[in-house]
DNA sequence: GAAATCAATTTGTATAGACATAATCATATC
DNA sequence: GATATGATTATGTCTATACAAATTGATTTC
C-alpha cells in the first residue's frame, strides 16, 4: 500500500475495517506497529496513534511485548452527551421555562451522610425546581449543595437561574458520577409534573466532587415519554 | 518548572488542575504550545498530546491560529460500558442463566419499514429470550435479526447460547444506535418478569448496522431495580 | 519439577524538526 | 464601505530516533 496517502485516520479506519469485515479476526493477533508501518508506509509512531484511537474504542486489546489483538468481546462503550437541560430544551426547537419550586436548607442523614459522605453535623442548600419545554414540565430538579465548597450558593438567588447554571458557571468539578434508572413518580413528583402517582419516570442523578470533597447531588426526573439517546 | 519529570499524564493533570482550581478562568486563552512546552520542559508534541485529551474531554476548546482556551460550559459526556448481559450478571458475583422464550419469522412493519427502513417484503427472525441472576429475572430481550445480512442466524439454535452472545460472534457491526427510557410493564413483559402490569421498567434498545444495512433491533427489558451507572 | 533470572520483543512515550492546515488580521482593491 | 488577498500564527500531523516499561519465553539454579 506503499504511495497511499496516509494519515494516522486513515490508517485506523483501514484497520477497522478489516475488523469489520472479518479479515482480522476476533482474538487474532494482528502484525507488530513496524509490520503495519512498513506496509502503510508510514512511521511506527503514526500506527501507534491509529492502534491507540482502536484500542480506545474497544476494537482491539494491546499489551506490551504480547502484541495486538482483536477484542474477542468488542465491549463498546456508549457516549452520552450530558448538556445542560436549557440547552438540551432549546435545542428542539421548544420554549424553555424554568421555575424555582423552593429553597432551604437542611441537613438529612440519608443524603448527607449515605450519599455525599460528609459529617452528619455538615448542612446542605436545598433547591427544588422544574425545567419547562414548550409550557410542559420536562425535567423535575431536586438539589442538594454542600456549602462548605461552594459557599456563594448560600447567598445564591436560584429564582432568575437555575441551580445547574449557577453551577457550571460557580463551581468546578473534576469527578462526577451518573446513575440513570426508571422509577415511580412519588406523589410530589407526580404533582410537580402533571403527571399520576406511580406513572413510570425517568431518573438521572448525578454527585459531582471538587477533588475529594463532594459539591453536589441532583436529582433529575423526567417523564416517561423522554429518550436518552446516542450513536456509537 | 524545568526539571520535574515530565510526561505528557502530568502535565494534562497540571492543566487540569489549574482550569479546576480557576487558575486559567473559564473562557480564558490558555498559553501556546510552546510557551507552555517550555514552561513544562518538555516537547510541544507532548503537550499537544496532553491538550487533545483535554479537549477530548470537553475541558478546553481548541482552534487553529486563535488557540486554547478553557470551555465556557464544559459539555461534559458519560461514557457508559454495555457488556454482555452474560458479563454483566457474572461481574456481579450473580449466578447467570438463559432461557429461551419463543423464536420465529415475521415481518411486522412497524419493524421492518419504520424502525430499520427496511422493504416492506423483508422478513425478520424474531427471538425473545429471559436473562436471570441468580434466578431472578434481570433482562427480558426482545430482539430482531435482518437474516439478509446474517444468513446464518435463520438456523442459529438460540436454546444454547443467547442472541446476544451469538451475534457478536457471528456479526460484526460498524454504527449502533442506543436509547434508553423508562415505560410501563406491558402485560406480556409483566408475566415474563414477574412484575405487576404497569410497573416501571428500565428499557433499553439498540440497532446496529454494517455499513449502510441493518443487522439487528433489540429491546431490553429491565426491572426498575436496574441502575446504569458510570463514573466522569 | 519449581523457582529465580535474564534476554528478547513489543508497545509506550518523549523529542526535535518539518511541513500542512485553518483562521485571523492587516492590507489592498473595487 | 464591502470585498478580496495575502502574510502571519497556532494548532494538526508526520517522521526518525531513542529509550522506557512490561511481559514472554528460555535458561539456569536449586
Known sequence: MTGTRSSFRAIRDEMARRIAERLWLPGALIPGEEVLAREFGAARATVNRALQELARAGLVERRRRAGTRVALHPVREARFVIPLVRQEIEARGAEYQYRLLSRGEAAPPEIVRARLGLEATA????????HLADRVPYQFEDRWINPDVVAAAREADFAGISPNEWLVEHAPFTDAEFTFRAAAASA???????????????????????????ITLVRMVHPSSHRMVTRL
Open 188 to 214: 410530589e413528583e407526580a404533582a410537580v409534573m402533571q403527571l399520576r402517582e406511580g406513572e413510570p419516570v425517568f431518573v438521572g442523578e448525578r454527585i459531582t466532587w471538587l477533588g475529594e470533597r463532594p
Open 123 to 130: 448542612s446542605l442548600v436545598h433547591v427544588r425546581c422544574l
